[in-house]
Nanobody, 123 residues
C-alpha cells in the first residue's frame, strides 16, 4: 500500500490549504489516520488524529483551525487547514493503519506513511 500525499504549496497567512492522502489500494481498509508535520530543525509533531470510530484529536497549536476527515468512497483522508500561520510551515506526512487481503487471501495489517508534502506559509 502506498499513501500519496498532495495539496501542499504556498499559503498566505490567514489563508487555507487542503492536504489529501490517497491510498493506492481501493480495498485497503483504513482504521486510524494521523497527520504529522516536521518543521526545519524541529522534531516531527503529531497534528491531527482520526480514529476508526470517527473521533478526532488535534494538537493545541492547530485546534480550531485544522480539520481531519476522510472519504471512504475515495479511500482518501484530508487535512483542511484554515487561518494559516507562518509557524504552520513544515513538511506534512499522513500515516494510516489498516488492512487488506492479498491475492492469497491473507489479511495484511500494517501502518503506512505518505511521502510528505511541503506547506509554506508566507506573505
Amino acid at each position: 500500500v502506498q499513501l500519496q500525499a498532495s495539496g501542499g504549496g504556498l499559503g498566505q497567512p490567514g489563508g487555507s490549504l487542503r492536504l489529501s492522502c490517497a491510498a493506492s489500494r481501493i480495498d485497503f481498509s483504513i482504521n486510524h489516520v494521523d497527520w504529522y508535520r516536521q518543521a526545519p530543525g524541529k522534531q516531527r509533531e503529531l497534528v491531527a488524529t482520526l480514529t476508526s470510530g470517527g473521533s478526532t484529536n488535534y494538537a493545541d497549536s492547530v485546534k480550531g483551525r485544522f480539520t481531519i476527515s476522510r472519504d471512504n468512497a475515495k479511500n482518501t483522508v484530508y487535512l483542511q487547514m484554515n487561518s494559516l500561520k507562518p509557524e504552520d510551515t513544515a513538511v506534512y506526512y499522513c500515516s494510516a493503519d489498516g488492512h487488506y487481503y492479498n491475492n492469497r487471501g491473507e489479511d495484511v495489517v500494517g501502518r503506512y506513511w505518505g511521502q510528505g508534502t511541503l506547506v509554506t506559509v508566507s506573505s
